[in-house]
């Protein structure tokens, strides 16, 4: 689904009645500017879009979302669960992590 700039931008600051944020991640930070992934669900159509973007990176940076572009290209995705394994010290003493 290819959206303006504007729309784009009115979907990622949750201005949009026909959008709702699912998740959105920083993947990459540079020295001006960070680079970010938001994933929304579309109500009238009920799929899932992923779309990327970058903003400024300090408050000298002043870059918004699809700031230099004409158009943001939002890709259809689908929720797929996934079963993780995480390791955990045996001994609350080796654990550091609530120290």
Request: aromatic letters at 12%; zero cysteines; glycine letters at 4%.
């Amino acid at each position: 689904m290819t959206l303006t700039a504007k729309e784009a931008r009115s979907i990622i600051y949750g201005e949009h009645q026909d959008w709702e944020e699912k998740q959105q991640t920083i993947l990459d930070v540079e020295r001006w500017t960070i680079l970010s992934h938001w994933i929304g669900f579309h109500k009238p159509s009920n799929k899932h879009y992923l779309v990327y973007f970058r903003r400024g990176a300090t408050e000298n940076q002043d870059e918004g979302p699809f700031e230099y572009d004409e158009h943001a290209e939002f890709v259809e995705v689908t929720p797929m669960e996934k079963t993780v394994t995480v390791y955990v010290p045996l001994d609350k003493k080796e654990d550091k992590r609530n120290a």
